[in-house]
Antibody, heavy 119, light 108 residues
Framework: EVQLLESGGGLVQPGGSLRLSCAAS????????MSWVRQAPGKGLVWVSG???????YYADSVKGRFIISRDNSKSTLFVQMNSLRAEDTGVYFC?????????????WGQGTQVTVSS | DIQMTQSPSTLSASVGDRVTITCRAS??????LAWYQQKPGKAPKLLIY???SLDSGVPSRFSGSGSGTQFTLTISSLQPDDFATYYC??????????FGQGTKLEIK
């Protein structure tokens, strides 16, 4: 069974940092692209960042220069280092697996981890 | 960036009804369109990809159609488990605007 388990969320002050993790199991992690998708309270889904099988990284303009996505294939884990956090970064962060036939199509999702940026 | 617009934003229907949700892209996305279902406090679930292909395990009452800029998600006979929020998504490129704003399907 495919499982994605996010962790690392919490309450942080504006300007602070957090590192989110997504532990994957039940599939060959190294052969799939992965992404992070945010959902602000009561709002829709917003793609934030992605990483290819080869390690190429992609970012939404709103987080470019502040967030760093990475992966550790030996541990089947996806990360995002979130720096200079802002109130608008608040939300539930889901990790999502890219489909084999379309890496920007998300066929498996974790349950999410809550990030709250507030003073 | 390609913008995705769903309509309606909210839809009230009854068990057994046939319902249709529409998604429009600001420019052609061929058939690179997916539909997701999300229930409160849960992760989204992929229902349909390539505009009309059902993901594994998705009930046959769900169907998708369209190409280019106009797409629809149809539920042929609503079941109690179908009341949720539905999102369309283009997957041509990575983009923060790749998802529609969502359609909340409520019980009438």
């Amino acid at each position: 069974e495919v499982q994605l388990l996010e962790s690392g969320g919490g309450l942080v002050q504006p300007g602070g940092s957090l590192r989110l993790s997504c532990a994957a199991s039940g599939f060959s992690f190294s052969t799939y692209a992965m992404s992070w998708v945010r959902q602000a309270p009561g709002k829709g889904l917003v793609w934030v960042s992605g990483i290819s099988v080869s390690g190429t990284t992609y970012y939404a303009d709103s987080v470019k220069g502040r967030f760093i996505i990475s992966r550790d294939n030996s541990k089947s884990t996806l990360f995002v280092q979130m720096n200079s956090l802002r109130a608008e970064d608040t939300g539930v962060y889901f990790c999502a697996r890219g489909h084999l036939t379309g890496t920007r199509l998300f066929d498996q999702w974790g349950q999410g981890t809550q990030v709250t940026v507030s003073s | 960036d390609i913008q995705m617009t769903q309509s309606p934003s909210t839809l009230s229907a009854s068990v057994g009804d046939r319902v249709t949700i529409t998604c429009r892209a600001s420019q052609s996305i061929s058939s690179w369109l997916a539909w997701y279902q999300q229930k409160p406090g849960k992760a989204p679930k992929l229902l349909i990809y390539r505009a009309s292909s059902l993901d594994s395990g998705v009930p046959s009452r769900f169907s998708g159609s369209g190409s280019g800029t106009q797409f629809t998600l149809t539920i042929s006979s609503l079941q109690p488990d179908d009341f949720a929020t539905y999102y369309c998504q283009h997957y041509i490129t990575y983009s923060p605007e790749s998802f529609g704003q969502g359609t909340k399907l409520e019980i009438k």
